[in-house]
Structures are given as C-alpha cells and as structure tokens.
C-alpha cells in the first residue's frame, strides 16, 4: 500500500512507517519485488514503473521549457546516481521524453537540429585542413555569445557526434584522420588540380611542393598517383627526362665523347639524382657492362675511347712527367717492386731496390754462380800472376743479417713461391709515382675542357676519379717501359759489380800488404802519422771513389735510370762529391759510406781498411784477406820488379825512394810507401839494420839529394847562373859517384 500510494518508498522510512523491524521490511521487500516485475530495489529503495514514468514526464516538461538537461542534476534532483538515470531514460527516448541524450545532456530535437544546422555550416564553410576541435571551441564561444550566460553549454563530442552523422549521410564531404583533422573535398580537389597542372607542365614536381599543398607523404602519394614516375630524392620526374637524358648520353659514348649530365637535365635536379637518373638509362648501362664507358662522380660520363685517347696521349709524354723521366734518365724513384723472376745467366731475380731504408736494401742482385765467381777473384801488388794461388784465399764471413739479405737478393726458386702476394702489396705502394695533382695537371694541358669539373676539396670530383682511373693505366705502362730497362740493366749491373769485385780485390791485398809496414813505426808517431796519412791519400782515396762511384751507379740501374758506360778508372772526387754520392745511397748503405767517407779523412789506415770492409759486405762484396801464401807471393813479385826498378832507374831524385823501399823491404821483409819527407826517417832506422858502409853511402845520397832539391826550389831569376851550376855540381855527384855506388851495394845484397 505505501509503494502504491508513494511510487517510491526507502526501507528505513517503512520500518518506521509500518513499526516492523528493519529485518522484516528487507526479508519482505525482497519478496514484493520478486513477486511484482514493475517494482525494483535499488540502494535500500522500491521503485515502481509508474514513478519512473511520472518521473520522466516532468523531466520532458523540464526539457521543452529549457531546451537542455544535464544528467547530473537529474540525478542529484532524484538522490540516484547518473547510471540509474541513463538506464531510465533511455528506454523513454521519444516516448516519454522528447529530446536526444548525447554527452551526459539531454537536448530537444529542435536544438539538435539548430546545431546540426550549425555544424554543417562550418563543415561546408571549412576550404583548407582544419582541426575540428578548434572548430567546436568556435561554435560554443558562438552559443555562449548568443545566450548569455544562461545559454546552454555544449560539449565538443556533441558537435563531433553530428558531425560524423553529417558525413556519414553525405551532408559534407571530405576526410577526417585520427585527432579529428577535417581535410575537405573541396581542398583535395584543389590539391590534386594543383599537382598536375605543375607536373604535366614541368614534367617534375618537387617534395616541398606537396608540403606546401599539406600533403603528408609526398613521395607516396605521387608514387601512387604516377605509378609511371621516378621518385628521386629531392624530385618526382616524368619518364621523358630519362629518355631525353639516355638519348645524349647514348650520342657522347657513340661518339666518344663525355658528358656531364647536370648540362642536359633540368636545373632542379641535383647530383644525387642525376646519378639515380643514370642507373635507369639504358645506353648507359649497357655500355658500362661492355666497358664502353665509365661514370665518374654524380653526373659525369666518360666514353673509354675518350679516356683511352687522354691516356694515349699522356703516355706519349710520360718523359716530361718528371716521375717517369727516371725510366730513362734523372732523379731515381724509390718504390718496392718485383721484376720477373728468371733463371739461368744473364738475368736477376730482383726483390728489392736501392731506395728500401733497411739492412737488405743494400744488397747485389746475383746469381749463385756469379756470386762464387766473383768470390773467386784474384789480386796482386802490381798485377803478378797469382791465379795459381786462389786455392789459398781467405775470404771474410759475412754476418748473418746480411748473410740473409744477400740470400734473400739471390732470389731463389722459394722467392718465386710467394712472389705472387709481395707483388700484389708492392704494386699497390707503386700506385704513389703519378700523383694525383701531377695527373690532373696533365689531363687539363690536352684536355682544358675538363677545367669545369675540378674541386680542390672535393675527392669525389669527377676530374679527380678520372686522374685516379688514369693512374693504373700510367704506372703499367711505366712498370712496362721501367722492365724492359731493367732487363738490360741487369746484366750490365753484373759486369759492373765484377769489374769493381776484380778492382777491389787487387786493391785491398796491396793495401793489407803495405799496412804491415805501418807496425814497424809504431815507436815513431810522427812518422807513423805521415805513413798513414801517405796511404789513404795515395791508395785508399782512389778506392773509395771508385767504390762510391760503381755504388752510385749501380742504384741508377736498379731503379732502371740510364747511366753512361763511360769508364771512370781516374776520376778524383772532392769530398763535397762523395759526400752527395753518399745521401743518395740507401740506408745502411749510406751510414757505411759516410763512415768510410769520415775514416778517409782520418789518421789511421787501420780503421779506414775496418770501414771499407764494412761497406764491401753491406753492399754484397768480397773483401779477401790476405794470407801468409798469397803475401809471400806479393812480396816475392814486389820485390822482383822492385830490384828491377832500381837497377833500371836513371833520375837520382827517383831513385832515393825506391833504393830506400827496396832497403826496407831488404830489412824488414815488408812492402812500404813513404813520401819524400818520411825517407829520412826510414834512413834512420835502417841504420842498424845495414852495413856501416851502406848505411853511409845512402846518408850521403839523401843529404845530396835534399841539398839539389832546396838548390831548385830556392833558385830565382838574379841567382839563376849560379845556382844552376850548383845543382849541376850535386847532380853529377849523385849520377856519377853516389847513384852507381849505392846501385852496386844494394844490388848485390839483393842477389845475395
């Protein structure tokens, strides 16, 4: 009875109401809404259809009066929540209700309507992108503007919501994407006009183009709209420009000629492109597989009968390079480089020239058996025939780091096994004789066309590539020429060497020959000095530029430079000539001749034979010492042609040296060479070592004899009368008293 009388009753209240205890009014309640489908208990609440129907009816009345209802106040009118008064209105919806529930608001029909009418008039009125939120925002501050502040405020899904209703029926046409950008068709349409009115013109249109139309995802787009187009980095290309490009390119390598391509195609499009543009040319790639044509840089193409005319002509000035001049003649080049790998006589097996700055670098190309050939050689104080005696020589051992070079300079059969990977590592260093700068330089002087397509800081410039393309073509052609010069120059390198070896050999066994003179003057350091330093004037001066010189032109021939074949047997050079000969030599090499240089110039005779035995072994030569066998043997025949010469000799001046070395050699068993000024000295110690008699007579001869020669050199034009019948008067005493009288004393000790 109190529902039907209320519509609506709360436990509590009936508890109260009826004096029954909460307990029993829940445990009947349950019972009466169970029993009757119209009730229902909600929050400690009967409810019946009758009130929600009453209910509603106002909430209508409400609605039409005020045009918009929030849920919320329904429900804080009600004490219920909005879920309860979304359930109960929505099945009432155009029955009961007259009005549209959208975002927590109900609306009458004619307000959805005028904002339907308004939300259309701005989709319509919209010709470019737009966000629509912003549009909503426009719309309510318009209501607000119009109503006050009692105007009905609008949510924005309220607006969306007829919108998307609007273009679902057709109503507006365009697009929306998610964040609620609006594009409409009528800006699509001009997008598209747009866009091919500019690509059918220009064949082209670029990306910021599209950008600048709000078209997102430019490439894609004209991708799919031209599927026939080329999307190049920077531009989208019609397939004209292609066929226009392919046809001038197609005419430069039939013609051979080059092409830079930027010349033909259009302003707008930048390296890049052009070089995607030429990997779809088709002349182009079929002369690149044909090797018809090279493309260098981003744009520029070379037809090789052009490139092989550039290189025809460099090759045919290759001489005024200044690089490959040293083929024939000037500065040497220093590369590490292979020569083909021969055997039998006559040839080399080169790997490694003189302009290497290591121990091997030094070593004399040879073969074994002019190796054993050359350590055979034969010497002689005056060239006396000792060949019967070259079982007994005795050579140096050579240590066994340059043991090793001069092995490894043989060139033998395991050299060949990986000559293969050397060669391939050397001939990459030998790639630095043609600079690139020295290149271009050349190129431009027969090609100054090519001029435009420099860049000193662009290593990618085509004029650069093209330089590097050259390169290899140039040093294979200067490798070739280099060879062939090679080839000769190895056989004159061996006759040169052998020629020294044999000049050596002779030279060094004297010189060991009269160093032992040197030991019996070691109590007399004035003399001893004067001696040493007689020595390396006389015989260790025209050694070492011998040396020097052969050394000199032997690293010319290596490095394949020409060099005369104009004998040098009495060339003297002066110490700033060995000292240029000496920087040209390569490392160890150098550092032995400088030292051999420095030992020259010395005291002792002793250290410049340690210092010339030193650069004989860097350089792969023998030096043969001289044993007790051999020195008899040069004594024996130096003393022979010694006695010949005194008995034989005329002039009483020249005479005094040679009677003395022959006393000398008489005395001491050794071989000397004094100068004028140390015989005194030899005389005086010869004295207990002669006859009193002889002793006298040859004291005698020499004071003579110092006497005539300070009468010649203190003789003037006043005096001459005078001093002349002076020097006669000494002259006739030495000729014809103390000259036959000498001869006879030491002639017949000799005999004895």
């Not at 409400?62 to 045009?67: C, H, V, W």
């Not at 006559?346 to 700055?357: A, F, H, I, M, P």
């Not at 024996?636 to 001046?653: F, G, I, M, N």
């Not at 014809?736 to 000498?742: F, G, H, I, Q, T």
Request: glycine share 8%; charged share 25%; net charge negative.
């Amino acid at each position: 009875m109190e529902i039907k009388k209320q519509g609506r009753a709360s436990l509590v209240d009936l508890s109260d109401t009826l004096g029954v205890d909460l307990y029993h009014v829940e445990r009947q309640s349950q019972k009466v809404v169970s029993d009757d489908p119209t009730l229902m208990l909600i929050n400690g609440e009967i409810m019946s259809q009758s009130y929600w129907n009453t209910v509603t009816e106002e909430i209508n009345e409400k609605l039409q009066e005020r045009s918009q209802i929030a849920l919320a106040e329904i429900a804080a009118q009600l004490h219920i929540g909005s879920e309860l008064v979304i359930s109960i209105l929505e099945p009432r919806l155009g029955t009961i209700v007259k009005g549209r529930l959208e975002g927590g608001q109900l609306y009458t029909p004619a307000y959805v309507s005028r904002i339907t009418a308004m939300v259309r008039g701005a989709a319509r009125g919209t010709t470019v992108p737009t966000n629509l939120p912003s549009v909503w925002n426009s719309l309510q501050q318009q209501l607000q503007e119009m109503h006050g502040a009692s105007g009905v405020s609008v949510e924005g899904s309220f607006f969306q919501s007829i919108f998307n209703g609007l273009l679902k029926e057709g109503a507006v046409l365009g697009s929306i994407r998610a964040g609620g950008q609006w594009t409409p068709a009528v800006f699509a349409h001009a997008q598209k006009e747009s866009v091919d009115a500019f690509f059918s013109q220009n064949s082209y249109i670029g990306y910021d183009v599209l950008q600048k139309l709000a078209i997102p995802q430019p490439k894609q787009y004209l991708e799919a709209r031209y599927p026939d187009g080329i999307a190049l980095d920077a531009v989208f290309v019609h397939p004209s420009v292609v066929d226009m490009l392919d046809t001038a390119v197609g005419d430069a390598i039939d013609n051979g000629h080059w092409i830079d391509s930027l010349s033909v195609l259009p302003s707008y499009i930048t390296g890049p492109d052009a070089t995607r543009i030429l990997s779809i040319c088709p002349s182009l790639q079929k002369a690149i597989k044909s090797s018809k044509a090279v493309l260098f840089g981003e744009s520029c193409v070379f037809s090789n009968v052009f490139i092989k005319g550039i290189f025809d002509r460099l090759e045919k000035d290759m001489d005024s390079f200044g690089i490959g001049h040293s083929v024939g003649q000037g500065r040497p080049v220093n590369m590490n480089l292979c020569s083909e790998h021969k055997t039998g006589s006559g040839q080399y097996s080169e790997t490694k020239v003189l302009g290497d700055n290591d121990a091997g670098s030094t070593g004399v190309s040879s073969d074994r058996g002019s190796k054993k050939k050359r350590g055979k050689g034969t010497g002689s104080a005056k060239g006396g025939s000792l060949e019967k005696d070259d079982d007994n020589e005795e050579s140096i051992p050579v240590k066994g780091k340059k043991a090793h070079r001069k092995n490894k300079d043989v060139g033998s059969s395991g050299d060949v096994k990986h000559g293969g990977k050397k060669a391939s590592e050397k001939m990459k260093e030998s790639t630095n004789i043609f600079p690139d700068e020295l290149i271009e330089q050349k190129v431009l002087a027969v090609a100054p066309e090519l001029e435009e397509l420099g860049g000193s800081d662009d290593s990618n410039a085509p004029l650069k590539l093209l330089s590097s393309h050259l390169r290899p073509m140039l040093v294979d052609s200067w490798m070739k020429k280099r060879n062939t010069m090679l080839s000769g120059n190895a056989e004159r390198r061996r006759r040169l060497l052998d020629n020294l070896q044999k000049q050596i050999d002779e030279a060094v066994l004297d010189m060991q020959l009269y160093e032992k003179a040197l030991d019996v003057f070691e109590d007399d350091p004035a003399t001893s000095g004067i001696l040493h330093k007689h020595l390396l004037k006389s015989m260790g001066t025209p050694i070492v530029d011998k040396v020097l010189i052969t050394l000199d032109k032997d690293r010319k021939l290596k490095n394949g430079m020409e060099v005369e074949d104009s004998e040098d047997e009495h060339v003297q050079l002066s110490t700033a000539d060995r000292t240029s000969l000496v920087k040209d030599l390569p490392g160890a090499l150098s550092l032995k001749a400088q030292a051999l240089i420095e030992a020259l110039e010395g005291k002792r005779f002793n250290s410049f034979m340690d210092a010339l035995r030193d650069i004989l072994e860097e350089s792969g030569l023998t030096f043969k010492k001289l044993d007790k066998r051999l020195e008899r043997t040069m004594l024996h025949s130096y003393r022979k042609d010694l006695t010949a010469q005194v008995s034989s000799e005329s002039d009483p001046v020249s005479f005094l040296p040679k009677v003395v070395a022959l006393l000398f050699l008489q005395a001491y068993n050794k071989a000397l060479q004094a100068p004028g000024r140390a015989v005194g000295a030899v005389i005086a110690l010869l004295k207990d070592k002669l006859p009193a008699s002889t002793y006298k007579v040859l004291a005698d001869y020499h004071s003579t004899t110092v006497k005539l020669l300070a009468l010649q050199a203190a003789a003037t034009d006043d005096e001459e009368d005078c001093a002349s019948d002076r020097m006669r008067e000494k002259k006739e005493d030495l000729e014809e008293r103390l000259m036959p009288e000498l001869k006879s004393l030491v002639l017949g000790t000799s005999k004895e």
